[in-house]
């Protein structure tokens, strides 16, 4: 079980750590809220062993870690804000339960509070997060209008890989940078992570097309793969999710077999095999 992981473990310990530093406020409450909710804290895990992957050491990047956890956690507030979203991770999201302003304000603190955590790290990686944060920004402003123009599949595509997969990339991209991987690596490690992404989100949306997905609950919802396929959706959704994770599983076997490469594949097949176990 990936909740047995030691990085699932230092992650889960970082974000405690954080939320008890913080000073007594509705903020913290809320800040609690969006946490104690779940989250299966794959993107930092992924960080995390990118970097040990190359040898890294997990405390080292840390920071880098709980950074995309918040900015992720962020995205799901603001999310939730421009598509009504009701319930999140099965409770009651933040929009819902503290309202507009609320959750306004927290996904701003914790878009803050990850730059901060960011900070300290080489150039190159502040760059990495730097580009993943605007990557989905541009997403999210391409899914919120999916539902008002002619949205093809190139254009679905286009929307998942920065809204979604961008951030995956940016994990393994950030964790390889700072387990000290060549560029040759750095870039294999990021085309693995868009690639697990991708998959990942067209999982999510076959699941949310055959109302599987119970987790979750949004008033507005944007147009996704199954939607514009029509004919077929499922299996030709499905059919791009295993190219897409078989490029991942490729690429992750491309590296010396260690624990830390068998925990990657392991990812992969929790975030997609797992999932796609759900449709059929």
């Known amino acids: 079980m990936i909740t047995d992981w030691y990085e699932y473990r230092l992650i889960n310990g970082a974000i405690v750590s954080m939320i008890d530093n913080l000073d007594e406020s509705n903020l913290k409450r809320i800040v609690r809220h969006v946490f104690e909710s779940g989250g299966k804290r794959i993107r930092p895990i992924i960080l995390i062993l990118s970097s040990e992957l190359f040898g890294g050491d997990a405390d080292e990047c840390i920071d880098a870690a709980l950074a995309i956890e918040l900015i992720h956690s962020a995205s799901l507030i603001h999310d939730d804000i421009l598509d009504v979203g009701l319930v999140r991770r099965g409770v009651p999201s933040v929009y819902k ?3 507009l302003a609320a959750a306004i304000l927290c996904g701003d603190f914790l878009i803050s509070k990850s730059i901060e955590l960011i900070s300290k790290y080489d150039p190159a990686v502040i760059q990495d997060f730097g580009r993943a944060g605007m990557s989905m920004s541009e997403g999210e402003a391409l899914d919120v209008n999916s539902n008002e123009t002619d949205f093809s599949e190139n254009d679905y595509f286009e929307c998942i890989s920065k809204k979604t997969a961008s951030l995956f990339a940016a994990s393994a991209c950030m964790g390889s940078r700072i387990g000290g991987a060549p560029a040759q690596s750095v ?3 990021t085309e693995f992570g868009m690639h697990l992404g991708m998959a990942y989100q067209i999982i999510d949306d076959i699941l949310e097309c055959k109302e599987l997905q119970h987790e979750k609950k949004s008033e507005n919802t944007a147009t996704t793969l199954p939607h514009i396929l029509k004919h077929d959706a499922i299996d030709l959704s499905i059919k791009a999710v295993q190219h897409h994770v078989d490029c991942s599983k490729h690429i992750i076997n491309s ?5 830390v490469r068998t925990k990657l594949q392991k990812i992969v097949d929790y975030m997609t095999s797992d999932l ?4 059929e």
């Open 276 to 279: 796609a176990g759900a449709v």
């Open 255 to 259: 590296f010396d077999e260690t624990e």
């Open 187 to 189: 870039s294999r490690c």
């Open 97 to 99: 339960q503290f309202g």
